[in-house]
């Protein structure tokens, strides 16, 4: 059985990801990153995930991103945007996936894995830098040129398999694979309990996807969606 790291943040897109690679027959090691994020609840979401589908084991790395700052994620005197701005926006956290495939990649080598799996998606989403295709790519040469276990022929391939999908297809997807997006967290400013605010980006794109997808909508909001 193939082994594959699955990054796992607790959301929509990294469940569905996971969801994905079990169906192509992956055993799963997933990772999840607590940055001391705004929205630590996605970290409880994602436990509940992995448990859920399986994984062969679920670690959490301790990092704290808080002490950089520089994004409303990780310093709680920005705050969370609940109206679409232009550019990209304060909630893009710097260098985030950089260091979180960086983890994966360590811990592939680790356990010998040729595969590791990503959530980010290029067309539903806020405009991040590090959720392109050319950056995914960029990131599987570096960890060819930068690991042992590819120098010695066994090389690492980085799946982004949502990469060009809108919010609506990848709730398709998961919805397919029999997946229950209620067990995922997926708001920006989530409370303790996990429920949603319903205006931040991360909000609206996922009502739009439901929406799209002609799906009800399972999240847990703070009041009425």
Not at 25 to 36: R, V, W
Not at 94 to 122: H, K
Not at 145 to 156: D, Q, W
């Amino acid at each position: 059985m193939k082994k594959a790291v699955v990054l796992l943040s607790g959301g929509l897109d990294s469940a569905t990801v996971l969801a994905i690679a079990k169906s192509q027959g992956y055993e799963c090691y997933c990772l999840s990153l607590d940055y001391h994020q705004r929205h630590v609840a996605e970290l409880q979401a994602a436990e509940r995930v992995a448990n859920k589908l399986g994984a062969k084991a679920h670690k959490t790395v301790q990092l704290d991103l808080s002490m950089f700052g520089g994004s409303a994620l990780t310093d709680n005197n920005i705050d969370v945007p609940e109206t679409p701005s232009d550019g990209i926006p304060v909630t893009y956290v710097p260098a985030r996936n950089t260091i979180m495939l960086s983890l994966a990649l360590a811990w592939a080598e680790t356990l010998a894995a040729q595969d590791i799996f990503i959530g980010v998606n290029a067309l539903d989403y806020s405009g991040y830098p590090d959720c392109r295709q050319e950056y995914v790519a960029a990131f599987q040469r570096m960890a060819n040129l930068a690991t042992k276990s590819a120098v010695e022929g066994k090389t690492i391939t980085v799946h982004a398999p949502l990469i060009d999908m809108t919010k609506a297809q990848i709730i398709q997807c998961g919805h397919s694979l029999g997946f229950d997006y209620g067990m995922t967290v997926s708001c920006y400013q989530a409370d303790a309990d996990g429920r949603a605010c319903g205006l931040c980006d991360s909000c609206r794109f996922r009502k739009d996807g439901f929406s799209g997808a002609g799906l009800p909508d399972p999240t847990h909001y703070q009041q009425p969606a």
